[in-house]
């Protein structure tokens, strides 16, 4: 079948699951090819700048550069001519800069913060090459790029998929993560945005790490009524505003708290439960959002329930005992649940998941001392067996025995990944990792352990001959063998042949293992620095990014 042969659809299908290497290379074949592949880059073209940083040859404000370029480029004429009334003038607002795509049309999702921070690395650019004199009427090349994705971009409201928002603000500085002032965000008041009042008017999704001024909340609230999805990574300067926010939101369907400081957020928690009914997703901390407000109410549309107990000394252990007990027949449509907290908080645990038969995804972290707590943990793994039979997605903090994973392993024969999480603790991993692979369920597709391994390369072999006896085919490891060496490269590859090892996980590997095991070392000291303060992994991870990618 030659290249030509493929139909729009049917390269359309196959692209959306490459590679943005490989999407890169399918634009060179020919001119449908392109068209294709430039359709997927171009649905989210700084994410994708993003998550292809580690490949791509330019510097990420040259990345940010072209994208920004070609968007201008893309403008009609009459923004253009408007645009050089206010005396800016550069090369992209020639009439004849036109693309061969209609790039803008292909955009489906917008940030316009990102957007924004695109149009000052370009003004910099111009400011050096004096073709400006300086970056005053940036805001108003903004304002207008924005107007027009928001135009042009596919707003689509189906309520019965996950949501994902097609306009995004994140007024943040990551600099100010986890500190407590005023200093403002990245983001412009919106009263300084005259021109893009109804673009604002349409924004889905908010994220913000407070404290910036009350007064850029009370603002985007006379604009805003119709975000479906807010996320709050602070909140305690402002929290009325923000309270008021969140109940104001009319289609209002996610919210995500989490702080890095430790007070109890009143007013949001009371906004929380007036909106709960109608929340197909939550994330809280508990101590600061209380496990309260879930008392009376039915939470009949929540698919996402995710809590935190990142704050230990706010968190009541009554609550967390009343909560298991008394609020599982008000989950009757959930299907993730994540926790992670004190091991002593799970002892309702199993009365809890007793009740949640649709739950598909289940991640559970705990934080206190496996030796003072050895039956609690067992009596937990006893549970997620007995009553989680349907399970496709386990993460777990790991037990101290393999022999605890083997009672689940043995029962949830609908698992396809499993995910063992990094508790700096010692455990018969790297002894017993063998003998998971007689219980692995031939359903799983993916084994990750978020640490390093330090298993001999005859134990490697031995367990991956155990997966493929077991019938296992097509696995992903998501781990990383701390002295790997060619030995173990052979070993995988033998089981690559023989099918147990799926073949793409394994180049993608060998190719991004180096550079993952860096960043695991980097993120892992961040870690071991706030441990202490039993601050989660996944919160330690997230701040790192924030600052990686801004």
Same mark, same amino acid.
């Given at each position: 079948?030659?290249?030509?042969? +493929?139909?729009?659809?049917? /390269?359309?299908?196959?692209?959306?699951?490459?590679?943005?290497?490989?999407l890169?290379?399918?634009?060179?074949?020919?001119?449908?090819? #392109?068209?294709?592949? &430039?359709?997927?880059?171009?649905?989210?073209p700084?994410?994708?700048?993003?998550?292809?940083?580690?490949?791509?040859?330019?510097?990420?404000?040259?990345?940010?550069l072209n994208?920004?370029?070609t968007?201008?480029?893309?403008?009609? +004429?009459?923004?253009?001519?408007?645009?050089?009334?206010?005396?800016?003038?550069?090369?992209?607002?020639?009439?004849?800069?036109?693309p061969?795509?209609?790039?803008? @049309?292909? &955009?489906?999702?917008?940030?316009?913060?990102m957007?924004?921070?695109?149009?000052?690395?370009?003004?910099?650019?111009l400011?050096?090459?004096?073709?400006?004199?300086?970056?005053?009427?940036?805001?108003?090349?903004?304002?207008?790029?924005?107007?027009?994705?928001?135009?042009?971009?596919?707003?689509?409201?189906?309520?019965?998929?996950?949501?994902?928002?097609?306009?995004? *603000?994140?007024?943040y500085?990551?600099? =100010?993560?986890?500190?407590?002032?005023?200093?403002?965000?990245?983001?412009?008041?919106?009263?300084?945005?005259?021109q893009? %009042?109804?673009?604002?008017?349409?924004?889905?999704?908010?994220?913000?790490?407070?404290?910036?001024?009350?007064?850029?909340?009370?603002?985007?609230?006379?604009?805003?009524?119709?975000?479906?999805?807010?996320?709050?990574?602070?909140?305690?300067?402002?929290?009325?505003?923000?309270?008021?926010?969140?109940?104001?939101?009319?289609?209002?369907?996610?919210?995500?708290?989490?702080?890095?400081?430790?007070?109890?957020?009143?007013? &949001? #928690?009371?906004?929380?439960?007036?909106?709960?009914? =109608?929340?197909?997703?939550?994330?809280?901390?508990?101590?600061?959002?209380?496990?309260?407000?879930?008392?009376?109410?039915?939470?009949?549309?929540?698919?996402?329930?995710?809590?935190?107990?990142?704050?230990?000394?706010?968190?009541?252990?009554?609550?967390?005992?009343?909560?298991?007990?008394?609020?599982?027949?008000?989950? %009757?449509?959930?299907?993730?649940?994540?926790?992670?907290?004190?091991?002593?908080?799970?002892?309702y645990?199993?009365?809890?998941?007793?009740?949640?038969?649709?739950?598909?995804?289940?991640?559970?972290?705990?934080?206190?001392?496996?030796?003072?707590? =050895?039956?609690?943990?067992?009596?937990?793994?006893?549970?997620?067996?007995?009553?989680?039979?349907?399970?496709?997605?386990l993460?777990? #903090?790991t037990p101290? +025995?393999?022999? #605890?994973?083997?009672?689940? *392993?043995?029962?949830?024969?609908?698992?396809?990944? /499993?995910?063992?999480?990094?508790?700096?603790?010692?455990?018969?991993?790297?002894?017993?990792?063998?003998?998971?692979?007689?219980?692995?369920p031939?359903?799983?597709?993916?084994?990750?352990? =978020?640490?390093y /391994?330090?298993?001999?390369?005859?134990?490697?072999?031995?367990?991956?001959?155990?997966?493929?006896?077991?019938?296992?085919?097509?696995?992903?490891l998501?781990?990383?063998i701390?002295?790997?060496?060619?030995?173990?490269?052979?070993?995988m590859?033998?089981?690559?042949?023989?099918?147990?090892?799926?073949?793409?996980?394994?180049? @993608?590997?060998?190719?991004?293992?180096? +550079?993952?095991?860096?960043?695991?070392?980097?993120?892992?000291?961040?870690? /071991?620095?706030?441990?202490?303060?039993?601050? @989660?992994?996944?919160?330690?991870?997230?701040?790192?990014?924030?600052?990686? *990618?801004?």
């Amino acid at each position: 079948m030659k290249e030509n042969d +493929f139909t729009s659809e049917l /390269l359309s299908e196959i692209f959306e699951n490459l590679q943005i290497p490989e999407l890169f290379k399918c634009i060179l074949v020919n001119k449908k090819w #392109s068209a294709n592949a &430039i359709r997927i880059l171009w649905k989210n073209p700084i994410e994708f700048i993003n998550l292809n940083l580690i490949n791509s040859k330019l510097s990420k404000d040259k990345s940010y550069l072209n994208i920004i370029s070609t968007m201008i480029k893309c403008l009609p +004429f009459e923004i253009k001519i408007k645009i050089r009334t206010y005396g800016i003038n550069f090369d992209e607002l020639k009439e004849e800069s036109q693309p061969m795509f209609d790039y803008c @049309s292909l &955009i489906k999702k917008i940030s316009f913060d990102m957007i924004l921070n695109a149009i000052n690395i370009l003004f910099n650019s111009l400011v050096e090459k004096s073709i400006i004199k300086d970056q005053t009427c940036h805001y108003i090349v903004f304002q207008e790029i924005c107007n027009h994705l928001v135009d042009k971009c596919v707003i689509s409201n189906n309520r019965d998929k996950k949501i994902n928002p097609k306009f995004i *603000l994140n007024a943040y500085n990551p600099k =100010q993560i986890g500190s407590c002032n005023k200093r403002g965000s990245n983001f412009p008041l919106p009263s300084q945005l005259p021109q893009m %009042k109804k673009s604002l008017s349409k924004l889905e999704k908010f994220n913000l790490n407070t404290c910036i001024q009350p007064r850029f909340i009370q603002e985007l609230d006379n604009i805003c009524k119709n975000i479906l999805s807010i996320g709050i990574y602070c909140g305690c300067c402002d929290e009325h505003y923000l309270a008021e926010f969140i109940k104001n939101q009319m289609n209002l369907r996610e919210i995500y708290v989490m702080s890095m400081n430790n007070f109890h957020l009143i007013k &949001i #928690s009371e906004a929380i439960k007036i909106k709960l009914e =109608q929340l197909t997703s939550l994330t809280i901390s508990t101590g600061q959002i209380s496990l309260n407000i879930f008392n009376n109410k039915r939470c009949d549309q929540l698919i996402e329930l995710s809590i935190y107990n990142f704050c230990d000394q706010l968190a009541d252990i009554d609550e967390w005992n009343n909560f298991f007990r008394y609020n599982s027949i008000r989950f %009757k449509n959930l299907k993730n649940l994540e926790i992670q907290c004190n091991i002593k908080n799970f002892k309702y645990m199993g009365i809890f998941l007793n009740e949640l038969s649709s739950l598909q995804k289940l991640e559970l972290a705990w934080s206190e001392d496996e030796e003072d707590n =050895q039956d609690l943990i067992d009596e937990l793994f006893r549970n997620i067996a007995k009553y989680c039979s349907n399970l496709i997605q386990l993460e777990l #903090s790991t037990p101290k +025995f393999t022999q #605890s994973l083997e009672i689940i *392993l043995q029962l949830c024969k609908k698992l396809e990944y /499993l995910n063992l999480l990094n508790t700096n603790k010692s455990n018969d991993l790297n002894e017993k990792i063998l003998l998971l692979g007689n219980y692995f369920p031939i359903s799983l597709k993916k084994f990750g352990v =978020q640490f390093y /391994l330090n298993i001999s390369k005859e134990k490697l072999e031995e367990f991956l001959n155990n997966c493929f006896m077991n019938g296992i085919r097509n696995l992903s490891l998501g781990f990383y063998i701390e002295e790997f060496s060619n030995d173990y490269e052979i070993i995988m590859m033998k089981y690559v042949k023989l099918g147990t090892l799926n073949n793409e996980f394994f180049k @993608s590997w060998l190719e991004f293992m180096p +550079f993952i095991l860096n960043e695991l070392k980097l993120t892992y000291n961040i870690w /071991l620095h706030y441990r202490n303060r039993g601050v @989660s992994i996944k919160i330690v991870v997230f701040v790192y990014l924030i600052n990686l *990618l801004i």
